[in-house]
């Protein structure tokens, strides 16, 4: 999996906002604001990170039961994906 090019991240008064540039922002048309965890799994999904790599990242970086991370990752990854973020 992998972010489409066209999706900058920026990080603005110590928040993290995803936007679209270029001929992307023609087919999205908002901000994504991010936590954490979220830039965390949107850094990894611009490397092109498969689910297990990004759930073993954040288990890394997280105390978090890994059921719980695998359903998070699971949900954000859908959501971007129902977006037409994904390629």
């Known amino acids: 999996m992998k ?3 066209g999706f900058i991240l ?3 008064a110590g928040n993290t906002f995803v936007v679209a540039v270029g001929a992307m922002s023609k087919k999205f048309n908002g901000i994504i604001t991010l936590n954490e965890t979220a830039k965390l799994i949107w ?3 611009v490397d092109g990170a ?3 790599e990004i759930v073993e990242k954040i ?3 997280y105390d ?3 059921e719980i991370v695998e359903k998070d990752v699971d949900s954000f990854i859908a959501k ?3 977006d037409g973020i994904l390629e």
């Open 3 to 5: 972010i489409k090019k």
């Open 10 to 12: 920026k990080d603005v």
């Open 43 to 45: 850094q990894c999904l």
């Open 50 to 52: 498969e689910k297990e």
């Open 59 to 61: 288990m890394d970086e």
């Open 64 to 66: 978090a039961e890994r």
């Open 80 to 82: 971007l994906d129902g």
